[in-house]
């Protein structure tokens, strides 16, 4: 039973089986095998746009990375609260844009920031304004922190907000499968189509040892990321074994598989927690579950095995926030997830 991570999660049969099928022998190096050439094909086909697409070794060089591409002196970048790349990074998008400040931006719903929240952010920094430094990009997450998923509607309503000042607009995709599955639209319309300008693109939570990939809808911005990436020490000289793993992720639509598993076990998680009497942080609308439940039975399902971690107090908005004898905790699951695992934990509650 374990709900740890994601991250703790193996590599899934179709991505093992493409990199021992290309383990063998000679292959250009640094992106120049046919496998490399095929795979950013397959980015283009599937995103159906002409895509520049760069990968990085871990999500953390993807997000700070792709916002350096956009960096401006002063630059302020605007984010969830408990967006990974403000909480989770080390500062490393800080350190790689030179000095960017990120500004958590209020009025969150549902896990996830607001046009609303985000118009109130950008109207309290002055424009020209040398002191206050100047917006540089909007950055959500896709699927969120909270395991919430922005619909396109929501997505396309920040867009225009960040367009109103000319910003654009970078989608964490960390989990970026989860998310497609569970609203069930097409790559294109959960990104471009909607004003997404950046994605960091995830594999590795989702069934591949460690792929992530910079992807580019528009190739201008694109015109210095080799440079940056080279610099940032994120070009892969055997790049053929990160192109190996998307290969197998993307065949036969295995990625969309994986994920629409790891969704179902924590909707089956969620349900039955509900049904025994606990009670959602945020809904579940991708492969991560924010529970509340009694602190007896967390003890009792730590006692009997269950590996999970509690969700930290001061990220719990003040209306939800557990009672003195609950606790909040995240349960992710994996591709890798059994249902009998999920049967084992509801059977302890
Ligand atoms: C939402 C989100 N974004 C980005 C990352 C960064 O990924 P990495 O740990 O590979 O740097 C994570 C890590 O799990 C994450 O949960
Ligand atoms: C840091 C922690 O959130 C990690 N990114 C995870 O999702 O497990």
């Known amino acids: 039973m374990n709900f740890a991570s994601d991250n703790w999660a193996g590599a899934a049969p179709s991505v093992m089986a493409a990199l021992a099928r290309h383990s063998a022998g000679p292959a250009p190096a640094y992106g120049n095998d046919a496998v490399t050439q095929g795979v950013i094909q397959q980015f283009r086909d599937i995103f159906e746009t002409d895509a520049a697409v760069y990968y990085t070794a871990t999500g953390t060089a993807a997000n700070a990375l792709a916002l350096t591409a956009y960096a401006r002196p002063g630059g302020i970048i605007f984010c969830h609260p408990e967006a990974h790349i403000q909480v989770d990074e080390c500062g490393a998008a800080e350190f790689m844009t030179g000095g960017s400040k990120l500004v958590s ?49 929501e997505i396309r309503a920040i867009k225009a907000q960040a367009e109103s000042r000319r910003l654009p607009l970078h989608m964490d995709g960390a989990r970026f499968a989860n998310a497609l599955v569970s609203l069930g639209v097409t790559p294109a319309e959960m990104t471009w189509k909607a004003g997404v300008d950046v994605l960091s693109f995830g594999g590795t939570k989702n069934g591949c040892w460690c792929a992530e990939a910079v992807i580019f809808f528009n190739q201008e911005a694109a015109r210095s990321f080799e440079y940056l990436r080279k610099r940032a020490g994120h070009e892969f000289s055997k790049a053929r074994f990160v192109s190996a793993q998307l290969e197998g992720y993307f065949e036969n639509g295995n990625w969309l598989q994986t994920a629409r598993h790891a969704n179902a076990m924590a909707a089956k998680l969620s349900e039955g927690i509900v049904a025994s009497g606990g009670r959602m942080a945020w809904p579940t609308e991708a492969n991560e579950v924010f529970a509340i439940i009694e602190k007896v039975q967390a003890d009792r399902l730590r006692q009997n095995g269950a590996v999970f971690h509690p969700w930290p ?24 997830t059994e249902s009998t695992e999920t049967e084992r934990f509801l059977s302890l509650l």
Do not use: W
């Open 313 to 336: 107090e001061h990220a719990i908005p003040a209306e939800l926030k557990p009672s003195e004898n609950e606790i909040c905790v995240r349960l992710v699951a994996s591709f890798a």
């Open 105 to 153: 931006v209020g009025g969150q719903v549902n896990g996830k920031i607001t046009a609303d929240g985000l118009a109130s952010a950008l109207a309290a920094l002055p424009e020209g304004s040398a002191m206050h430094g100047q917006a540089a990009a909007v950055s959500i997450t896709q699927a969120s922190e909270h395991g919430t998923v922005y619909s396109l509607e």
